[in-house]
């Protein structure tokens, strides 16, 4: 919330609403929208819409998310990419992008998907041990 309120007090970002504010297709648009909201089975249609938008968008994070841990999972195996991840774990400007990342909404929503995975008794099985074997390279 405090990187949207930040946003949203910036001068450009300001600038770039007033511009689309003032222009005629987006007032259009938005008394389409206002008009398709009175009725209320065209609210229902649209909402149902974005409720499927919403369900296919987090399906496809999770299914992103499964692919790139089998993809880390599999190169971990690979004894000179374990080396260099080690390696670069050491490096304190690489803990500290580590860091900058977690703070990022966008990874904190992969994270979530990613915890779903772990579910899977199998898949915990093989994080645990690619952690273990990554624990034991450093």
Known sequence: MAEARKMMES???KKKMKELTGDKAFKESTEKLKKTMEDPNEAAKLQAKMEHMMKVGQEGLK???????AQAMEAMNDPTIMAEAA???KDPNFQQQLAQMAKDPSFKKYVSAMQDMMQDPSTKRQMEAMADSFRSAL
């Open 87 to 89: 390696r670069m774990m």
């Open 63 to 69: 299914n992103e998310a499964r692919d790139t841990m």
């Open 11 to 13: 001068p450009e970002w």
